[in-house]
């Protein structure tokens, strides 16, 4: 993509917001665990934003 083809977008602060805790919350509960690999937890991310985005 070039650079004058980036359109500016509006961003809602809440749902950023909500995904930026449940991101850090599952990288914490990995940490802990050690359950996921870097791959899984890559997935587990964009589903995360998957789920959030409009």
């Given at each position: 993509m070039?650079?004058?083809e980036i359109q500016k977008v509006q961003?809602?602060?809440q749902k950023l917001n909500q995904m930026k805790k449940l991101i850090i919350s599952?990288?914490?509960q990995n940490i802990k665990t050690g359950e996921?690999?870097?791959q899984d937890m890559?997935?587990?991310v964009r589903k995360i934003v998957e789920?959030?985005?409009e």
């Open positions: 070039l650079s004058d961003i809602n602060e599952a990288e914490r996921f690999s870097t890559v997935k587990n789920k959030n985005v």
